[in-house]
């Protein structure tokens, strides 16, 4: 087991008040895979965006894009980097209630793992050039992040999520809309469970 850095998430667990919120605390000890994991998340908060994460490190590096993953080689899409999250973030699907930082509906958009090109994740990510290979169940093909150079301030750095190798054929509308974990779409997940969250 690799245990999770409390340095690492405490951002993360800054944010939250897990007596509020269904969303992972971050404190259990997670297992290892061989090969690294990355998960997209739909989510529906105060915009729509997808949430693309790593794991590095023991946590998942996370990207907040707010248009759709591109397909077509040469497409770029801003992807903020937000706080680093828990590794049993990638199973977290469901509902974050009003309130709380993030509000909203979320959805396990893809899963799979990934390998970066020529370097390790953690030297590709120091660099601000993180070259992937997605291995993924929606997702099968390279994609690249890259750092904006000098536009970073306190809190906020912007990258660019860019599609490289060939370009893949876009997803259909249903496909667009199902998650990889439950099968279900927004709307399903968003009338799933209550808008409130008080464990107490």
Do not use: C
């Not at 949430?51 to 907040?64: H, I, N, P, Q, T």
């Amino acid at each position: 087991m690799k245990r999770i850095s409390a340095k690492n998430l405490a951002a993360y667990q800054a944010k939250r008040k897990f007596d509020h919120t269904p969303e992972p605390s971050g404190k259990k000890k997670t297992g290892h895979a061989k090969r690294p994991l990355f998960v997209i998340q739909k989510h529906a908060a105060s915009r729509l965006h997808y949430d693309f994460r790593l794991e590095m490190d023991g946590v998942l590096k996370s990207w907040a894009v707010p248009k759709d993953i591109p397909t077509e080689r040469g497409q770029k899409r801003l992807a903020m980097r937000v706080e680093d999250h828990p590794l049993d973030y990638a199973k977290f699907e469901g509902i974050i209630p009003k309130g709380n930082y993030g509000a909203g509906t979320v959805m396990v958009w893809d899963k799979g793992t990934y390998v970066v090109s020529g370097e390790s994740p953690q030297e590709a990510l120091k660099r601000g050039k993180i070259e992937l290979h997605l291995e993924g169940k929606k997702l099968k093909s390279d994609w690249t992040l890259v750092r904006m150079r000098g536009l970073s301030e306190p809190g906020k750095e912007p990258w660019l999520l860019i599609k490289t190798g060939n370009s893949i054929s876009a997803l259909s509308a249903r496909a667009a809309d199902r998650s990889v974990l439950s099968a279900r779409g927004m709307k399903r997940i968003a009338g799933s469970q209550p808008r409130s969250w008080n464990p107490k």
